[in-house]
T-cell receptor, first 118, second 112 residues
Framework: GAVVSQHPSWVICKSGTSVKIECRSL??????MFWYRQFPKQSLMLMAT?????????EQGVEKDKFLINHASLTLSTLTVTSAHPEDSSFYIC??????????????FGEGSRLTVL | GEDVEQSLFLSVREGDSSVINCTYT??????LYWYKQEPGAGLQLLTY?????DMKQDQRLTVLLNKKDKHLSLRIADTQTGDSAIYFC????????????FGKGTTLSVSS
């Protein structure tokens, strides 16, 4: 079945550094990918919609300059947390839709990337 | 606006049935989903139901949809300790690349 892979699965960094998280669709092409953020014991919050070949669409309240999204190809989207601070520590999950999945609209999720900023 | 509501906790004994409830507000939802999240892991799609159905059964899982009341439920028969996880219901508005909107998740705790 369709697989979405994220890398790294866990990253620890010092405050002020930038961290890049990759999201890949392994056996299907995804013109659209989605980035979510999950705080401990809370639901997922949609951060942005990543569109291949164009700018990402950010949800209200999400800083574009803080969370840079690039969707360079049909199988890869990256999220870069710039100048990370401890409050950016969170679980980041990407997802993508496999349009060949029979029209169910099923979203496949990556395993998530845990960012800890010291 | 869209909003999906779930109860936060459910505790059951092994072997009992679990019923997790969800209400949603957008009547135009075409598909409704149940996802499972184990600690520290991503989300796993459990099952989904199309809005023109009122019930779907998949092995131990039964999904009931009451479109009039905008109520969705997930029943897990013969609940096992391995079913302990957070369960999210979610709705999608259309198939044009719109992301899912999630509830806050129900933490299911199964005791032996």
């Amino acid at each position: 079945g369709a697989v979405v892979s994220q890398h790294p699965s866990w990253v620890i960094c010092k405050s002020g550094t930038s961290v890049k998280i990759e999201c890949r669709s392994l056996d299907f092409q995804a013109t659209t990918m989605f980035w979510y953020r999950q705080f401990p014991k809370q639901s997922l919050m949609l951060m942005a919609t990543s569109n291949e070949g164009s700018k990402a669409t950010y949800e209200q309240g999400v800083e574009k300059d803080k969370f840079l999204i690039n969707h360079a190809s049909l199988t890869l989207s990256t999220l870069t947390v710039t100048s990370a601070h401890p409050e950016d520590s969170s679980f980041y999950i990407c997802s993508a839709r496999d349009l060949s999945s029979g029209g169910t609209g099923e979203l496949f999720f990556g395993e998530g990337s845990r960012l800890t900023v010291l | 606006g869209e909003d999906v509501e779930q109860s936060l906790f459910l505790s059951v004994r092994e072997g009992d049935s679990s019923v997790i409830n969800c209400t949603y507000t957008d009547s135009s939802s075409t598909y409704l989903y149940w996802y499972k999240q184990e600690p520290g892991a991503g989300l796993q799609l459990l099952t989904y139901i199309f809005s023109n159905m009122d019930m779907k059964q998949d092995q131990r899982l039964t999904v009931l949809l009451n479109k009039k009341d905008k109520h969705l439920s997930l029943r897990i028969a013969d609940t096992q300790t391995g079913d302990s996880a957070i369960y999210f219901c979610a709705e999608i508005l259309n198939q044009a690349g719109t992301a899912l909107i999630f509830g806050k998740g129900t933490t299911l705790s199964v005791s032996s």
